[in-house]
Nanobody, 126 residues
Framework: QVHLEESGGGSVQTGGSLTLTCVAT????????LGWFRQSPQKGREGLAA?????RAGYAPSVMGRFTISRDNAKAYLHMNNLGPDDTAIYYC??????????????????????WGQGTQVNVSS
């Protein structure tokens, strides 16, 4: 069992940056793969990025080049740059024992993640 807690959300203006943090506690095996997702009324749930235990990272095309996922053992970070109103959403951290890969990059698909945090709200104003 894993407990995930996100922090770092808030309100920023267009063009601003935020860094989200996820802390995983409990079974370390179940947090070998960490991912970030977001959900909004307009787009539903969207996978953003995932990172393996050895640091391999994969990104959704919509955030590649703007968002960077990183980790330090059981902590994961999502560095978000050049934010716009379309990035307004609740951001979730998720974990799984294994990552699933496409072209050697971890996939941020909610189908492959077993444990979820409660989310942190990000609001981007124009």
């Amino acid at each position: 069992q894993v407990h995930l807690e996100e922090s770092g959300g808030g309100s920023v203006q267009t063009g601003g940056s935020l860094t989200l943090t996820c802390v995983a506690t409990g079974s370390p095996v179940s947090s070998y793969c960490l991912g970030w997702f977001r959900q909004s009324p307009q787009k539903g749930r969207e996978g953003l990025a995932a990172i393996s235990r050895d640091g391999r990272a994969g990104y959704a095309p919509s955030v590649m080049g703007r968002f960077t996922i990183s980790r330090d053992n059981a902590k994961a970070y999502l560095h978000m740059n050049n934010l716009g109103p379309d990035d307004t959403a609740i951001y979730y951290c998720a974990s799984n024992q294994v990552c699933h890969y496409r072209n050697d990059a971890p996939r941020a698909s909610d189908y492959f993640f077993s444990y979820w945090g409660q989310g942190t709200q990000v609001n981007v104003s124009s």
